[in-house]
């Protein structure tokens, strides 16, 4: 498919009219690497479809320059291949000197004259030497071809990369150009710019000759469009589209690249896939300017070498510094890469596409890739350059001899950890530790490094590091600063190395009482480790409540260290319920007004604080804290961090009665599909789906939790509930039964009584009741309200209220009246919503009832919930709304009707050839133009 090149058609065509009334002439396509020459020269030939004329080619190549008259014989060959018999015979004939231009008695010397004088390079003068006689001989073998082709028959010679050709070619192409009223015949030459042979002599006397320099110019998007539809099938998105300009800036066989790597790897064209656009690195396309970057010049591969080395914002004297070229020299590199059109244009050295440094990088060998990489880092680092742009370079060389690498690498580190990249800091650092192999203090520290770079993505090579390290500090106070950088399990099982470690070194620093401040803190902090560590086990529960009474009703939280022994001690009291919620939640908002928040990382213990939060329903202090720390993180946050603060946010909002904004923040958090969840991650995102009630959402979350094998109680027991959730959904009401007091047994004996974090009695009170055990479901039900009120969060004592009422039919109607007044404090207004809907229906055809449903309508209404609205206006007798007609885009359609066909999120996604993350904002959209809380909804919510 040939774009935009009707203008060098047309001006081809002219000359060939031309040709027709005697006038013979030459054209020269021009232009950079994969700009199209050689496809307009393959389209020529249709030009004379239908006409008297006779069309030579021929395709220079490096590897043939040896053999004279090459591209002279390949001309006449594709000739005579397409003559008639008759016609071939009659030119043999005619031009039979021609053939002895080829035999031993005429092969010209370097300089095409076969005379075997020594004659200046590229004189090409008619001097009657053998090199002309050589000239007219083929010539002459020309004149008689068209006497078999009729009164008007011309010939279009073709000859593609001119700069490769042999030099008796080029003499002879040379001799013909400047015979204007010679054979009526139009010579098209492609040359490519910035070859070293381009400024042969020849090759310039034939590029001089031409009549006209065509030079194509790069596709507009409008035709990077066109050439979308024809390769991918269909048109796409316009996203797409410019995306695919912008990187290939227009280059056909760059553009050609991106659209064949992008079909290969299965990825429609849709603005779902501009990531893939701009991130491909086509392997064609590698190797085709690989080979083109071996033909350079010396000095040009250094320069490309230099330049991939360095990047692409390097300063332009760094750049030649690198490469070894004076001024003159680099000016001249520079030129030839930008005529090739591997270079942007700016004022630095940039490459058009990221696929030339892989082309470069690939035509150096191994050693020669250290070299460079070598030589830019001591460069950079004489320079004063940044250390992280030094330690780039040091991280590709294997040697060790230079005294200043560590130093540079432990800044670079800390340079990658303030910007948030631990996983480059480790980098970086485990390379300062195969530099440093001495057994000290200091290789003690790079460890300590290493590991505080490790716990956020690798809590196993933290622990490990730090146990490496221990031995090699030689104070305490050093190690326990050092223990303490292994972060908490928080709600997980710890390994027995790290509370073994902890408490060495708290042995070893002494009792606090006694030590100066700095070391206080860390023997504190100590103190909330170990005291977390015990939080499965019954008797450390116990001492750790009596721990918190013992620092009175305010308890100190002027220090982190303190803060942190107040989060555990209040987080343990949470578990067994020991505390009210009021007491919980205002001495941990006491914690959270002193905390940065963006110390919240997800591999500290202050989650476990927010977690007393939302036991205790402090909803709206927490959601501000929240959002506060969200505005002072990176815009686009990942990891555990991210997993953790969208989960947290969609929890507040769940909670709240804002299921929408709810599920959009849990997506977003599984849409994190590389991150690491940690326990307090899974213990959150567990309770959205509680809230939600969204089977589907429950069971993407049980996969992704579940691979990680989890082994601490609470999140075990928090799987098996929501499962169990799952189940009864499901109508496996039995069996959840069975695994829901499974849990409860198990929280027991640990001393987990709070219901709030694990809300099995609530479950297995409605599957009590279902399953036809009433005074099973009524027992769980008096323990539940028990419990509730002895903890005291108002939505927990209106459930547990509702939930008996429920029970005891008619007599329960004061219960739920209870239960509404204790949830009008609540934040959480579904739950006031789901009360009056009960208690609506309870009291009959009263307007108590009218008032009540009318309430809990309105409420559901403003909160997005579509399902507790008919259940209020069916208890109100009116009737149904008509379905409200949702305007779905065609993505949504597809994905809503793959779902409708029973596929899982990852099979839509395989299906669409799509990322998970897109079919889940797909769903989310869906769900909220329809007004359902989940694809469980979904079949009721659609026409047939």
Not at 590 to 616: H, K
Not at 674 to 679: K, M, V
Request: net charge neutral.
């Amino acid at each position: 498919m040939l774009l935009e090149r009707e203008t060098e058609l047309a001006h081809v065509s002219a000359a060939l009219r031309a040709a027709a009334e005697g006038t013979s002439s030459s054209v020269l396509l021009s232009g950079p690497l994969g700009i199209g020459r050689s496809a307009l020269l393959r389209r020529l030939p249709v030009l004379c479809a239908g006409e008297d004329v006779r069309v030579l080619r021929a395709n220079a190549a490096p590897m043939e320059q040896d053999f004279a008259f090459g591209v002279v014989r390949q001309l006449f060959d594709s000739l005579v291949a397409g003559a008639p018999e008759e016609d071939r015979t009659r030119w043999a004939r005619d031009a039979g000197g021609i053939t002895r231009i080829f035999t031993a008695d005429t092969v010209p010397d370097a300089h095409g004259y076969g005379d075997g004088e020594d004659h200046p390079p590229g004189a090409c003068q008619d001097d009657g030497g053998p090199a002309a006689v050589v000239s007219e001989a083929i010539l002459y073998g020309l004149r008689p071809l068209p006497t078999g082709l009729g009164d008007n028959a011309r010939l279009l010679i073709l000859v593609d990369d001119l700069q490769w050709a042999d030099t008796p070619s080029l003499r002879w192409l040379a001799h013909l150009a400047r015979r204007p009223h010679g054979p009526r015949a139009v010579l098209v030459c492609a040359l490519r710019d910035g070859e070293p042979r381009a400024r042969h002599p020849l090759v310039r006397e034939v590029a001089r000759t031409a009549a006209r320099v065509l030079r194509p110019a790069p596709l507009s998007l409008d035709a990077t469009r066109a050439m979308i539809r024809e390769r991918r099938g269909g048109p796409g998105h316009e996203e797409y589209a410019r995306a695919c300009h912008e990187v290939s800036g227009g280059n056909p066989l760059f553009l050609m690249s991106v659209l064949l790597g992008t079909a290969a790897r299965g990825f429609p064209p849709t603005s779902d896939h501009i990531g893939q656009v701009r991130a491909l690195r086509p392997a064609e396309l590698r190797d085709r300017l690989a080979s083109h970057l071996r033909t350079q010049t010396p000095a040009v591969r250094d320069l490309a070498a230099a330049i991939a080395a360095l990047g692409d914002h390097a300063e332009p004297a760094l750049v030649a510094q690198l490469a070894g070229l004076d001024e003159i020299g680099f000016g001249a590199a520079r030129r030839a890469l930008d005529e090739t059109g591997l270079l942007t244009g700016s004022r630095e050295p940039r490459f058009t596409h990221r696929v030339v440094r892989d082309a470069i990088e690939s035509s150096m060998t191994p050693a020669e890739r250290e070299r460079s990489h070598a030589g830019a880092a001591d460069l950079l680092y004489r320079s004063g350059c940044p250390a992280e742009q030094v330690a780039a370079h040091l991280m590709a060389v294997t040697g060790s001899g230079r005294s200043w690498s560590v130093p540079v690498l432990r800044a670079a580190a800390d340079t990658a950890l303030r910007r948030g990249a631990p996983e480059t800091a480790a980098r970086y650092l485990r390379r300062a530790l195969l530099a440093h192999r001495a057994q000290d203090t200091d290789r003690a520290r790079l460890l300590v490094d290493l590991a505080t770079a490790e716990r956020g993505f690798d809590p196993e090579a933290c622990e490990r590091h730090i146990v490496q390290a221990v031995p090699l500090l030689t104070t305490p106070r050093d190690r326990a600063a050092a223990a303490l950088r292994i972060p908490p399990t928080l709600l997980g099982t710890v390994p027995p190395a790290t509370a073994a470690l902890l408490r060495a070194a708290a042995a070893e620093l002494g009792a606090p009482a006694t030590l100066d401040e700095p070391a206080r803190e860390l023997a504190v902090r100590l103190e909330a480790r170990l005291r977390h560590h015990g939080h499965e086990n019954p008797g450390e529960l116990a001492s750790a409540a009596e721990r918190l009474r013992e620092l009175g009703e305010d308890p100190p939280v002027g220090s982190a260290a303190e803060r942190e022994l107040v989060g555990v001690l209040l987080c343990a009291g949470t578990l067994t319920g020991r505390l009210t919620a009021a007491w919980a939640a205002r001495t941990a908002n006491r914690v959270l007004e002193r905390e940065p928040a963006s110390s919240a990382g997800a591999y500290t213990g202050l989650p476990l604080v927010v977690i007393t939060l939302f036991a205790a329903e402090s909803i709206r202090d927490v959601g501000s804290w929240l959002s506060s720390e969200q505005q002072t993180r990176r815009q686009n946050t990942t990891g555990a961090d991210g997993v953790l603060l969208f989960a947290e946010r969609a929890l507040v909002l769940a909670m709240q009665g804002r299921p929408g904004q709810a599920r959009e923040y849990a997506e977003r958090a599984m849409g994190l599909a590389d991150a690491d969840w940690r326990e307090t991650a899974v213990l959150v995102l567990c309770a959205v789906a509680f809230e939600l009630r969204d089977p589907a959402l429950s069971e993407r979350i049980l996969l992704r939790a579940q691979a990680r094998r989890p082994t601490g109680l609470a999140v075990t027991v928090t799987l098996r509930i929501l499962q169990a959730s799952v189940d009864a959904q499901r109508g496996h009401r039995a069996r959840a039964l069975e695994s829901l007091l499974a849990c409860g047994r198990r929280l027991e004996a640990s001393g987990w009584q709070n219901s709030a974090l694990f809300p099995w009695r609530p479950h297995a009170i409605g599957l009590h009741h279902r399953l036809g055990d009433s005074h099973a479901a009524l027992a769980l039900a008096e323990e539940e309200h028990t419990w509730a009120a002895a903890w005291g969060a108002p939505t927990g004592l209106g459930r547990a209220l509702r939930l008996k009422g429920w029970l005891r039919g008619g007599q329960g109607v004061p219960l739920l009246r209870e239960a509404v007044g204790v949830l009008r404090g609540s934040s959480h207004s579904l739950e006031l919503a789901r009360t009056l809907v009960l208690l609506g229906r309870r009291l009959g055809g009263v307007p108590e009832a009218e008032s009540a449903l009318r309430e809990a309508g309105a409420i559901a209404a403003a909160h997005g919930a579509p399902w507790l609205v008919e259940q209020a206006e069916h208890g109100l007798g009116t009737p149904a709304p008509p379905p409200r007609t949702a305007v779905l885009t065609r993505s949504e359609r597809r994905v809503v009707s793959l779902v409708g066909r029973g596929l899982t999120n990852q099979e839509i996604a395989g299906e669409l050839g799509v990322s998970s993350r897109a079919v889940e904002k797909h769903l989310t959209n869906s769900y909220r133009k329809l007004g359902i809380s989940g694809r469980h909804e979904l079949a009721d919510a659609l026409p047939a």
